[in-house]
Each structure stands twice: as structure tokens, then as C-alpha cells.
């Protein structure tokens, strides 16, 4: 029985909160992590510098996981 499993992927990115202190924010669209980390996205690449050209950590669910539920939020919509 071949039995595909269902997942849900999220990425974080470290911002530089511009006094010494950093945080993360998760978002769930790749393509949302890969405008925000490029380098011509509103001349504020220093604020995501901290992830180094990628998402500082990529994190796998079971697809029926509430994140939310689990405390994560999310800034796609931001």
C-alpha cells in the first residue's frame, strides 16, 4: 500500500530589530521568503541580513497540524 504523505512546510527568517536584538518571523509562501531576501526589495536588505541569502530554518508539519494552535503566526499577509 503505497500511502502518500501529506505535509505543510514553513520558513522563519531572522529580522535585525535594529537594537542588537533580533527576531523570527514565520511565513508559510516560498515566494513570499524568496522577495523579501532578495536584494532589490525596497533597499532594506539589512533588515533580513541575518539569513544569509535563505530562510534561517525550514520546518516540516503533518499537513493536519494547527500551527496557529501550536503558536505559531505567520507575516505573509504583512
Known amino acids: 500500500m ?19 536584538s533580533s527576531s523570527i518571523h514565520w511565513f508559510r509562501n516560498e ?11 525596497n533597499g532594506d536588505e539589512s533588515y533580513w541580513a541575518a539569513n544569509e541569502g535563505g530562510p534561517a530554518e525550514v520546518l516540516t508539519f503533518p499537513a493536519d497540524l494547527d500551527l496557529e494552535a501550536a503558536g505559531f503566526s505567520f507575516h505573509d499577509e504583512e
Open 2 to 20: 503505497n500511502m502518500e504523505t501529506q505535509t505543510q512546510t514553513i520558513y522563519g527568517l531572522i529580522s535585525d530589530n535594529g537594537d542588537g
Open 31 to 41: 515566494e513570499t521568503v524568496d522577495k523579501l531576501l532578495s536584494e532589490d526589495e
